[in-house]
């Protein structure tokens, strides 16, 4: 088994995580073994097992920087990761070496029962769930998930190799009062074939009634992309999504703790920050855009990480006309810290881009040529803030 735990079991908060990637998917085209007509025109992917892996490494230890999620409120204690790549995959983890387990269905079920009696033992626990890899829908709203078994029974192709995230996470807020997060990186595109397909619909990794009260008191579900459309994952890197999150547990979003310096990446701050980071890294790659979609429920809305850094917002200045951008220079004032010297720039072509903290600031851009320019107040909200500037003479 793959559970990594990095503080031993007790009666206290923790945070606990469970993560999926999948990409050397064992019956799709490109596979290993016998696709066994099921394949569903799917290729394997190279994508998934860096994204997760990647996660997985910031989690840990932010990613080799020595920080990692920060929660004191619930410590990250345990990590069950299950990953399908064509080689196979350590994760060093307070001085041991692991040997990742494959994301089988079977394997994958076993991690996530385990997950689940760790989210249980406490209220104010929370759990995360990450998964990256094929994802399809039939005729119906369920979100159907492929682990790298997928056909490995031509007959009964869903029996084995997939599951129900949809009515997961539903069995989940019967179950679970703990703050849960869940981020899937995966496809929503219709397959016409599955939901032509009899008995298509796989089963979900929790079984609960739908007339079972709700006992979930807070959950933050974000989709990598809407309904009926494609997620996109370079081949020799993270996705697009993942990059995304990354950036935002990174430094990019965070509400600010009351009565202390800290700042929250909860649930809030990322359904405010996911889009737009999409967008931006959507912008960076190119190709057909992603759009994510976060659903936010319950009252209580406990932080994911826990920082002192206040975060961080990318800034661009669309100065026109373009002629002036080589012969402008621009200056951003901290309002509420005056002795803080300005950010400065400018004096290049395109649009001027550089970042600050998350605050009040005016901006000032100079022209030899023309008269000088004063923004004024301008809050600078995470991850972005464009401002076109138009400059008259």
Known sequence: MTQIRLRSADDMPGTHVLIIGVGYYRHLRGGPEQRNKVHLGLNVLSSPPISAMRLARWLIDGDGAGSGLHNPRAPLTTLEVLVSSEQSEQL????????????????????????IDEVQRHANNVGMIYFCGHGVMGNGPEHILLLDDHGA???????????????????????????????VDACRTYSRGIGERLGARPAPLLDDGLSSANVNRGTTWIESTTEGELAYGDSVGISRFTDALLQALDGYCGVPQPGTANWHVNGSALTQAMPKLLAMVNKERGGDPQSCTPHPSGAVDAPLHITAMVPKVRVEIELSPEALRMKSRYEIHNLADTSAPPITGGQADGIWCTEANKGMYEVRIDCASHQPYASGVQYLEPPHYHLPVEVQP
């Not at 060093?92 to 997950?115: C, H, K, M, T």
């Open 153 to 183: 029974n031509g007959n009964r192709p869903f029996q084995t190799g997939s599951f129900d995230l949809s009515n997961t996470v539903r069995a989940l807020w019967r179950q679970v009062p703990a703050q849960l997060y869940v981020f």
């Open 92 to 115: 060093n983890a307070a001085g041991v070496a692991y040997s990742i387990e494959r994301a089988s269905l079977p394997l994958v079920q076993a991690g996530f029962d385990r997950w």
